[in-house]
């Protein structure tokens, strides 16, 4: 049996944010959702110094890679519905 690791990579803009505090706010309450909601591994992974903009890594790790785009594709979903939060681009890799 294979271990399937899928990466996303997502470029956020947060139009609400008008600090540092603010985006850690918005980016931390959209983290902890989608941890619990699909336990997946999200960081922060650059952009660190911009209020308005957020550059997110999603892994996620399953043994078929038809459950990995799924459960992606799902986090996809969740970050468009959120109004905080605008997404300028995502893109998915599977190892």
């Known amino acids: 049996m294979g271990m399937i690791v899928g990466i996303c990579t997502v470029e956020l803009h947060i139009p609400e944010a008008q600090s540092l505090k603010g985006k850690r706010q918005v980016l931390k309450s959209l983290t902890s959702r989608l941890r619990n909601r699909f336990n997946i591994a999200v960081a ?15 892994a996620c790790v399953a043994n078929e890679s038809s459950m ?28």
């Open 44 to 58: 922060e992974i650059d952009d660190h110094d911009l209020w308005q903009k957020a550059i997110l890594g999603i």
């Open 68 to 95: 990995v785009n799924q459960t992606l594709d799902q986090v996809l979903n969740v970050i468009q519905g959120n109004p905080s939060l605008q997404l300028l681009r995502s893109q998915i890799e599977l190892l």
